[in-house]
């Protein structure tokens, strides 16, 4: 049995375990059981009861009982984990202090590989918390937290001034009450958002500051990032970004309570069908509508088939057309 990998001394140790055979012992009658002097053994008692794996009673002489080992052991433990734990945190904060120095004394280190999840999301938090212009963003699955999880800090940020650009992918508009959870309260709060079928990668830009890429190595969640700063590879993420914005849908917030319905042209469509454009000209499957509509398929397929003979269209492409010159999008 060995006890010393719990911060024992083996002198302690041996001690330990021979008083747990041998309970109410003196110290001279340890000391000849281990073939150790007695003040040896006393000096090894009175660390056991110091640590609370052992108790003394009388006086002439001084008698020593272990204590129950599955709870005073158990306690020796608990406190060797916390050590651990206290040192792990120290560990990280070092990590931390002395990447934060390498990047600050070594300005051409442009980019940082982040391979920690709990990393990943603290820097993520920290780069849209220092935001004091603008975060674009591209938002596509996995997702490691839940989608939505940070949308009353981005309303704060927003009311702050801070503009919020987002291009979701076709996914993410179709993650099941991510629209009408998440996406439409963050445009009605005046986020920015346009959607696009694929998009190439996960992406935030702070300012023109930094950026951050998550990506996976595995099914489930992120297992890595890049961590960009001020460079010449930010830059070409930016230009990235914008490219895309060009070539994305716009996504208006649905009626009923949304900025969009003050601007609904005379005569023009009622809710759920400029709803329903913004998710056709979005690229949804008839499947992903239904769901984020909370229609029946049936009930999808005929609103879509009216939509479109209405706007003398055969295609979704055609429809977006239309649509687009009568201003209904």
């Known amino acids: ?45 009175a660390d056991l009861v110091g640590r609370g794996l052992a108790t003394r009673s009388g006086t002439r002489p001084v008698r020593y009982t272990a204590n129950p080992p599955e709870a005073a052991v158990t306690a020796l433990i608990q406190e060797h984990e916390h050590r651990l734990d ?21 300005p051409d280190i442009a980019v940082e590989l982040l391979s920690d999840i709990e990393e990943i999301s603290q820097a993520a938090h920290r780069l849209t918390a220092q935001a004091r212009g603008e975060v674009r963003a591209f938002d596509r699955p996995p997702y490691v937290n839940r989608p939505g999880a940070n949308l009353e ?40 958002a346009r959607v696009r079928g694929e998009l190439p990668l996960k992406l935030v830009i ?45 996504l208006a917030a649905r009626p009923g309570g949304g900025q969009d319905d003050a ?36 009930t999808t397929q005929r609103r879509i088939h009216r939509l479109l003979t209405e706007l003398g269209a055969t295609t979704r492409f055609q429809a977006a057309l239309a649509a687009a010159r009568r201003g209904w999008i």
């Not at 206290?86 to 070594?106: F, G, N, W, Y």
């Not at 499957?285 to 984020?292: S, V, Y």
Request: charged letters at 20%; one cysteine or more; hydrophobic letters at 45%.
């Open 86 to 106: 206290a040192a792990r945190s120290l560990v990280q904060r070092l990590a931390d202090a002395h990447r934060e120095a390498t990047r600050i004394s070594r």
């Open 153 to 192: 800090q981005q309303v704060a940020r927003q009311r702050g001034g801070v503009v919020h650009r987002v291009i979701y992918s076709r996914e993410a508009v179709a993650w099941p009450g991510r629209l009408a959870g998440d996406i439409l309260p963050s445009v009605r709060a005046g986020e920015q």
């Open 206 to 250: 702070c300012d023109d500051q930094a950026a951050l890429i998550p990506f996976s190595l595995a099914p489930g969640g992120h297992a890595a990032a890049y961590l960009v700063h001020r460079s010449p590879m930010l830059t070409a993420l930016e230009a990235l970004f914008e490219a895309e914005w060009e070539r994305a849908v716009v």
């Open 1 to 45: 049995m060995e006890l010393n990998v719990l911060g024992l001394a083996d002198e302690t140790q041996h001690v330990y375990l021979a008083l747990v055979g041998r309970p109410r012992s003196a110290a001279a009658e340890l000391a000849r059981g281990r073939g150790i002097s007695t003040a040896a053994a006393t000096r090894a008692l």
């Open 263 to 298: 601007a609904a042209p005379e005569g023009g469509p009622d809710s759920e069908t400029r709803a329903l454009l913004t998710l056709l000209t979005s690229g949804l499957t008839d499947a992903a509508i239904a769901r984020t509509q909370g229609w029946s398929a049936r």
